[in-house]
């Protein structure tokens, strides 16, 4: 466990002092979403959040909450995420080894933070990255992770001159499920490339952008993909975005080939375990 004391939150230092013994931990995680409904605890389901709460609160023997740097849908993957929660009295035992030890092997935790004031794991996080991976061959060990896309008839070409478009836009109402539920629809895209192995077989897009919007991601390489298989041109596709209105079918990729792999925030920035570059590389 280390404590992080590079940043102290002054508007929360009196709520703070009023919570006595109370402190606030940050925890780096990473997760397999294949065989979970999302992330949020949510009735009637299973989901990651979930089975992390019912760990940790039969480990400390208290009621535990937790807080994540954000919702993932079903089958959704996680190489990095990050999560807070509330904690009375500090435990005297190595809490990661015990929380590794029960939970199952596809929710790993690789760090506990301490943290000053009330830092808020997702709220505060200035920077997420994403990745989809897709493969062209059936692989029941690529299956939970990427999706199965026949790559060999797609004009790679095509789709990364789209890629290329996305950070000169920032307002994505046109590439999400309910637009209308946002506050705004503003994305700021830092950054956003596609790469493909030697044999076209394995495929990752990767974008990074201060926020995104629900379905984004996978609305958009839905439409990556009918641009590689030229049902969408790549000047549709850029008026899609200038025009900011809803396409009268909006579909999705995938789940399981999506993956949260980077959130950094103002007061940590921390590099992710596992590295997607070698998925191109075998």
């Not at 850029?238 to 980077?262: M, N, R, V, W, Y």
Request: glycine residues 4%.
């Amino acid at each position: 466990m280390f404590e992080w004391e590079s940043y102290i939150c002054k508007k929360c230092i009196q709520s703070t002092r009023s919570i006595h013994k109370t402190l606030r931990y940050f925890l780096h995680i990473g997760f397999n979403g294949f065989q979970y409904r999302g992330w949020q605890r949510l009735p009637g389901i299973i989901s990651v959040q979930q089975v992390i709460e019912e760990a940790l609160t039969a480990i400390l023997k208290q009621p535990i909450e937790i807080v994540g740097c954000g919702r993932t849908d079903a089958q959704v993957n996680a190489s990095q995420y990050f999560f807070h929660m509330d904690v009375a009295d500090p435990w005297d035992f190595d809490l990661m080894y015990r929380l590794n030890k029960r939970l199952p092997p596809d929710i790993s935790i690789y760090d506990i933070f301490t943290m000053h004031g009330l830092p808020h794991a997702r709220f505060d996080a200035i920077s997420r990255s994403y990745d989809y991976l897709m493969h062209s061959y059936k692989d029941p060990y690529l299956h939970p992770i990427s999706s199965l896309y026949n790559l060999a008839e797609l004009d790679v070409d095509l789709m990364q001159q789209a890629v290329a478009i996305l950070p000169r836009y920032n307002d994505y109402y046109a590439l999400c499920k309910k637009p209308n539920k946002n506050d705004h629809t503003i994305c700021n895209v830092s950054e956003a490339w596609l790469l493909t192995d030697d044999k076209r077989e394995r495929m990752q897009f990767h974008i990074s952008s201060n926020r995104f919007l629900g379905g984004m991601i996978r609305i958009i390489v839905h439409k990556l993909l009918e641009i590689g298989q030229k049902k969408l041109t790549v000047e549709a596709f850029e008026t899609i975005l200038a025009d900011k209105k809803t396409p009268s079918s909006i579909k999705s990729a995938l789940p399981q080939g999506l993956h949260l792999s980077k959130v950094t925030y103002p007061y940590l920035d921390i590099p992710t375990r596992s590295q997607f570059m070698t998925f191109l590389e075998k």
